[in-house]
Every structure is written in C-alpha cells, then in structure tokens.
C-alpha cells in the first residue's frame, strides 16, 4: 500500500504463561472478586512453576504434555475429566464463566469449555490468561451480572486485510461481536508488518495492525489445504458472518463462494469489500487513494492552479469500512424475518462517492458549469470561509443573512466593512465576495484565535479554530465521549492511547478489552473448544500443513 513502510517480520510477544500485567491493575479490583480471588489462588497453583515454558514458534505457542511421574504412576492431567478429585486443585473449576454472552437465534448457549484431555500447558496458561482478561481487563462492570453487548452471539468469520475490511470487522467486535480472524500460517495480515504510515514511524508498536484488529481472535489456516477449508465450513456451521475483502476469484478458487457458503449455512450473511462494486466490470486492485482519484475527490479539493490533493488518512477505507458494517447490520436484521441470509457488498468506491454526494449532486442534475476546485479568496458566500489569524486559522460557517453579516462587524470591532453599502445585501455581498473577503481577512489577522473565538461567541456566530491532530489528542471532550481510548498494550508492556468507539449506546455500549491478536494464537483453542477436535486431529492437520 502506498505511503506504508513494512516490518521485516513481526514481533515476537512474551510467553502465553505471563498473566497480562493489567491483571494487578486498580481497575481488576473493581471486576468479579470471586474471579479475582479464584486467579489468586490459581496462580499459587503448580501451573505455571511446573510447566516448563512453551517454545514459541513462529508467533504462536506449541502446546506442552506433562509427562508422566518416573514412580510409574497415573499422569495427571491439567485437565481432568468431570468428577476427578484433581478437581479441587483445578483453577478453571472455580473460575466462573463470566462471558455470559446471550445464544444467537442461529445456535444453542454454549458455555465455557475446557479443552480436550491433553491440551497442553500453554493453552491452559492461555486459557486462563485470557477468563482472567474477560473478568476484569477495560471493562466497565457494575454489581451482578457482567454486561452484555449490542452484538453478542453473533459470531464474525473475518477473512479480511489492510484496512476497509479489518476496519468493518473492528467495528462489530467493538459492540461484542465474536470477531474470528482467519489469517495466512506464513506472515498472516500485511498489515501486520507496516513500521511507517507515510513516511512516519508509527513507534515501537504496530498502531496500524493492532488498533484496527482490535477485540479479535486469531486463527491461521492455509486455505489452499483441503483440510483448512473443511475447517472453515465447519466455522461457518457456526456462524452469522462472513466477511472478505479477497478477489473473488482467490475465493473461487478456495472454494469459498457465496453459492458454497450459503449452502452449508443458508443463514449465513456473505459480505465483501471490493473496489469498484459486485456487478464493476473493472479487475483491478483498489486502494483509498487510488479511488479517491476516480472519484473527484482530489479534483474538488485544494486551490485553482495546484495539483489534486489526496484527503489522506484512510478516510475512504474507514468510512467504506463503516458503510459494510451498516450492510451486515441490515442483513442480519432481515435475517430475523425471513430466517435466511443474503450477499452485501459494500465497496471503496461506492463508499466514496457516498462520501463526495453533496458536492456531486449539482453535476448529477445537470449543472456542469460549476468550478472543479473553488479558492477561499472567491468562495460565494464570504460568511462561510476560512480565514488566518495571528495564530491558528478559523472557519467561519454562516449563512449570508443581513442579520449575520452584522453581528459580524460586531465581532470584529465594529469594523469598517460592516457599514460599506457595496455590502448592504445579501446580492452585494455575493457579487463583491473578493472584496469582501479581502476586507474580512484584514480584520481576522488583526486577532488571535482564542479571541476571535471569543468574540464570535458572545456575537452567537458559528465558527471553530482549525486544529492540528497535535490539538485534537488533547481535546477534553473527544476523551470524555470516549473518542479515544486508554488500553494496555502487551507487545510493549505498557498503557497506550487509541482511537476509541464512534457510536455511543446507552444501554449496551461498547469496549476496547484487548487489542490485535498474535498471529495464530487461538488456532488450537478454537479447534478445541468450538469445533471439538481432538489433540491427534490437530497434530494430523499440522502434519498436512492445515494449520502451523
């Protein structure tokens, strides 16, 4: 992707068997204290001390078998079958399951399964590592029962890359969405190696991948292996969604059609971000700004003379991504009615020419004779500019009224302008806008934003100061909507500040409780616990190159 620089590889996270260092943060004290306390006395057990550390590959853990004692005596297990009295030692035995998470019309409650006989020292680590993060990590819980989300049972397939399609996926499992991520064994999501976004280091974090895959579980499959795809037909079994922004064709080709899928489940809502369109006749790989391009976008922005300016910031790809989210909700709102599922597509372009409607729409009635790009020194309406102070530039948003002309030249001082009778009307005001501009912005310079503010409030004008991403990290109210986020991040063991929740609900609001997985990390406890393999089954799929 253009402007991105990439990781060599990705990073290799600490061993499973750490419990996340939140665990003692003040805000797990306000959580379950039966989960706390159970943790405690869990952690004293001889997990942990004696479990030797499982050896990371690649960027997951090889599950360990305890072995059998040398006196010849039974091998115990970390998990002992229902009525063993290994049971009392046994901390997933007095954790309560606190998911409560409500069944979907499309599949019966299931609870909190333990894995299979022998699933291995850093599974039971992970395991419990990851109740204890359900009990207590960045969620806000009242006294009773743990909260339930807008989105809970519906269970996501997200075979999605880069951002639009990561980005929509995000968004459902925000608002508690079970959100699994089906990755490629070699390198998973590109994403996962950027190290710079234009030119500009991200840190010593991976902001981009971790923040937008954010609330997610990690699986890696080899969809070219027969074997990964009977594994994900067996996930869509058991799921409301499937979501890919994948050529079509690289989904043909892996058996995954929508015709294939919605035969295994005909509840199944079968969504795709593409570039162009379902029915666009145009092959060809698609990017924000590559679409932007086609779009007018770029045309319609900057000043007459200068070359198109690119709006930046993937805001095509996260808007695209929010419009796929909507056509998902949609669909599974229909679903409810008609018990079926159905194809949504939502594409880049599209979503950008959605984007661009306002301005579009004086082209698509007919009116051709509009400029492309429009300078602020010739704009219309001089009452809703942009216009420079001593320091950061305001925009001004008023209509062109007699009324708020006046309280104009209020504002400003009383100034001169105010009492020219080239201005005296609304049609003056139009027919002499440079001048008038001109004159406005003698006056704005004369003052710095905070007083220009100022005086535009007493006068009840409506304007606002231009701010820098600088300025908007620290605006009050953008933390208190929680806009932005405070999360831990375990890659480098540290609190670090993300984009937070765009919607705010009041009854089932959403939370940001982990985020991008590691690579792969819950493969085999998905295997496990979801689809019922066995321990010999998941060394048979690693053997034909299934999973890693």
Known sequence: MAGLRRHGRPRARRSALRLPREAYRDQSRRADRGAGAALRRATRQPLAAAVPAAPVVGRHHRALRLPGRRSGRTRKSIHPRPGSPELRHDPFARLPDLAQRQPSPARPARSLRRPAHRAGAAGAARLLARDFARAGRGRRRGRGAARVNALDGIRVIDLTVWFQGPVCAQYLADFGADVIKIERPQGGDQARGVRSIKAVEIGDWNQYFLVINRNKKSMALDLKKPAAQEILYRLVEKSEVFLSNLEPAMLAGWNLSYEKLAAINPRLVYATNTGYGRFSQVARPSFDMTVQALTGIMARLGEPGQPPIYLGMGSGDAYGGMMSALGILLALYECQRSGR????????????????????????????????????????????????????????????????????????????????????????????????????????????????????????????????????????????????????????????????????????????????????????????????????????????????
Request: glycine share 8%.
């Open 341 to 548: 599922g159905q194809q949504v597509d939502a594409s880049l372009y599209g979503a950008q020419l959605f984007l661009a409607a306002p301005q579009l729409q004086a082209y698509l009635a007919g009116d051709e004779s509009r400029a492309l790009q429009h300078s602020r020194r010739s704009v219309e309406n001089p009452l809703w500019n942009l216009y420079p102070t001593r320091g950061r530039w305001v925009y001004l948003c008023e209509p062109n009224e007699d009324a708020r002309f006046t309280a104009l030249g209020r504002a400003l001082g009383n100034a001169a302008f105010a009492a020219d009778p080239h201005f005296a009307d609304a049609d003056g005001r139009r027919r002499h806008n440079e001048a008038l501009i001109a004159a406005i912005e003698a006056e704005t310079l004369r003052h710095d934003d905070g007083e220009l503010m100022a005086a535009f409030r007493a006068e009840g004008l409506v304007a606002s100061p231009i701010h820098n991403f600088a300025d908007v990290v620290r605006d009050e109210q953008a933390w208190r909507n929680q806009y932005f986020l405070k999360t831990y991040c375990e890659e480098v063991q540290r609190e670090v500040s993300i984009r937070g929740l765009p919607v705010t609900l009041s009854k089932t609001p959403g939370e940001v409780h982990t985020l991008g997985p590691q690579l792969g990390q819950d493969t085999e406890l998905l295997l496990m616990d979801l689809l019922g393999y066995d321990w010999e089954r998941i060394e048979a799929l690693k053997a034909e190159g299934a999973i890693p």
